[in-house]
């Protein structure tokens, strides 16, 4: 297992979001289980995934 298997890293604007492991482990699985709801989605929870969120809201 590497390091950074089941975890979580939030970087706004290049700065890591510090989170408890908890926090960690709730925003990853919220995020994996949206994801594999997708058509054509199939999550093994290994995955790279980086979202961005970029302009005005």
């Known amino acids: 297992m590497s390091e950074n298997d089941g975890k979580l890293i939030v970087e706004i604007d290049g700065k890591n979001l510090p989170m408890h492991p908890f ?4 925003i990853r699985k919220t ?5 594999s709801t997708l058509k054509g989605v ?3 929870g290994n995955e790279n ?3 961005k969120v970029m302009g005005a809201t």
Do not use: D, P, T, Y
């Open 42 to 44: 199939k999550i093994q």
């Open 49 to 51: 995934i980086e979202i």
């Open 31 to 35: 995020v994996l289980a949206m994801l």
């Open 23 to 26: 926090v960690q482990r709730i």
